[in-house]
């Protein structure tokens, strides 16, 4: 009987434990704009990304004009959308430990950040 007790704790400790697991989170979400003025940003629940940790994230980009993208670059990464086109856009993206830099490639002398992840 306390053998039974036994498997039964440890199936019921194990199964929170691998549903939690980082491949079985869905990725958190971050929210880019460009324009439709001469800004672009990158915001976490609202607040600007500065700083994140290493792990998958979705990327939803809402490109408002079409005069501007979103280029995003960094270890292993290298996406944008296109000038010309306006619209929503979604990346799903592994981010690894580094610097990431995005800008608005015709604009970016002025159009640009970066955040750092550990």
Do not use: E
Not at 67 to 78: E, W
Not at 85 to 93: P, Q
Request: hydrophobic share 40%.
């Amino acid at each position: 009987m306390k053998f039974v007790a036994l498997v039964a704790l440890v199936a019921a400790i194990a199964v929170p434990t691998a549903l939690g697991s980082s491949s079985a989170r869905s990725a958190v979400t971050l929210n880019a704009t460009d324009g439709p003025g001469f800004t672009i940003t990158l915001k976490q629940a609202g607040t600007k990304v500065t700083k994140l940790k290493a792990g998958t994230y979705k990327f939803v980009i809402a490109d408002k004009s079409s005069i501007h993208n979103f280029h995003l670059t960094g270890p292993g990464v290298n996406k944008k959308t296109s000038v010309a086109k306006t619209g929503t856009f979604t990346w799903t993206l592994t981010l690894a430990k580094g610097t990431y830099k995005y800008v608005c490639d015709p604009h970016a002398s002025f159009m640009k950040g970066s955040f750092t992840v550990t």
